[in-house]
């Protein structure tokens, strides 16, 4: 996360107090949308906030998921903590417009994917490796001896 990014965070007041500043800050969270585990959990209380017609209520349960959220955009998460010897992968997505970076160990590429493919309720995945070794276990075709190997 860069500091612009950071900074922005910080600057989202603590108590909103229009339905505008509500609609504007869910846009800029739905541009996030697919970043945020289980985001429409943690914006409900700022959702329901907008759906009463009459007058805008912001509540303690809006202020606390705007802290929740808060908290969570200030730290994201990490997935697995680099290890002394191991090498590491750099994914780079450049166009004429945005570049963007993951890091990644390269046992933990096929674990992400997988953990993400169950999320999203998918039946079917390909998944493609020249290890023979990894494909195998993933099929479920080859049991590992060693506990450190499942």
């Given at each position: 996360?860069?500091?612009r990014?950071?900074?922005a965070?910080?600057?989202?007041?603590?108590?909103?107090?229009?339905?505008?500043?509500?609609q504007?800050?869910?846009?800029r969270?739905?541009?996030?949308?697919?970043?945020i585990?289980?985001?429409?959990?943690?914006?409900?209380?700022?959702f329901?906030?907008?759906?009463k017609?009459?007058?805008?209520e912001?509540?303690?349960?809006?202020q606390?998921?705007?802290?929740?959220l808060?908290?969570?955009?200030?730290n994201?998460?990490?997935?697995?903590?680099?290890k002394?010897?191991?090498?590491?992968?750099?994914?780079?997505?450049?166009s004429?417009?945005?570049?963007?970076?993951?890091?990644?160990?390269?046992d933990?590429?096929?674990?992400?994917?997988?953990?993400?493919?169950?999320?999203?309720?998918?039946?079917?995945?390909v998944?493609?490796?020249?290890?023979?070794l990894?494909?195998?276990?993933?099929?479920g075709?080859?049991t590992a001896?060693e506990?450190?190997?499942q």
């Amino acid at each position: 996360m860069c500091i612009r990014q950071i900074k922005a965070i910080e600057e989202i007041p603590d108590m909103l107090t229009s339905k505008k500043e509500v609609q504007r800050l869910i846009g800029r969270i739905v541009a996030l949308w697919r970043f945020i585990s289980k985001s429409s959990e943690k914006c409900f209380k700022l959702f329901s906030a907008l759906k009463k017609q009459d007058r805008f209520e912001w509540t303690e349960e809006c202020q606390q998921a705007l802290k929740n959220l808060k908290t969570y955009l200030s730290n994201p998460p990490l997935l697995a903590k680099p290890k002394v010897g191991k090498r590491l992968l750099i994914y780079l997505d450049v166009s004429e417009v945005a570049v963007s970076a993951v890091l990644v160990r390269e046992d933990q590429v096929v674990i992400a994917g997988l953990e993400l493919a169950h999320e999203l309720g998918i039946n079917q995945i390909v998944i493609k490796s020249d290890s023979q070794l990894v494909v195998n276990l993933m099929l479920g075709t080859y049991t590992a001896r060693e506990a450190r190997m499942q």
